[in-house]
């Protein structure tokens, strides 16, 4: 028979909630390893699913980039070539135009067959009329304005899309001079828009009903936000 004085005893307490202490710290830590784990697996799932998506080229766009972006692919006879629907001298209307770094592309394996126009009967380098010698050559447009591609042009500049701007876009290459009056703006440029662009609708009626789609945007590339 052992007999235990008073100081063994508060001994043995301490002992005792000091190895209770080490457990429950001891279940903490092994608890906390487990959930620091967890972040580790997502990251090695998810470094492993970013490996085994499928190639550019297979996947399919879902329908809301559909109608924003354009898609064809390395298909180079997708790519939508330009039409044009009506031409005089300075007013031109197309569909499938596209523009790149501030050029205007005209897609077409055929210019002469497309009766694609010569580019300065369309726009105008977008330079200040000066009225001096030279003058005029100097504000003939050039590749730097706009240029005539071939669909595999198209698809080596572009890449595999483009985005896509639904509409009727009118686009005025003309200087900061027609715009400093309203009378200049609107005589001599909206009313020559609307008709270049009202000959589409051959049956618009006497009060100007229209079929046409009212234009979405005018773009005017020459043109300072602060004009």
Known sequence: MFFLTRRTQRC????????TLFIIFAEVEVQDTVKESK???KKERRITEVWNQPDPE????????????LWWGTNVSAIPTTKIH????????????????????IVSDHPEQDRIPQIQNMISSGKP??????DEHRREPTDQHVQVISPRRALHLFGQYVKRVEGTSFTIYEP???????????AEILFGLWRTYSTLDLRIESDGRT??????RIILPNIIASH
Request: charged fraction near 15%; aromatic fraction near 16%; glycine fraction near 4%.
């Open 129 to 134: 009329i000066r009225r001096e010698p030279g």
């Open 176 to 186: 900061s001079q027609y715009f400093s009056t309203a009378f200049r703006f609107v």
């Open 86 to 105: 009506r031409h005089v001298p300075g007013w031109t209307l197309m569909d499938n135009v596209y523009v790149f770094k501030g050029t205007m592309y």
């Open 39 to 41: 972040p580790s697996q």
């Open 211 to 216: 079929t046409l789609p009212a234009p979405q």
């Open 12 to 19: 043995l307490i301490y002992l005792t909630s000091l190895f």
């Open 58 to 69: 297979d996947i399919i766009p879902p329908p809301l980039l559909e109608r924003t972006r």
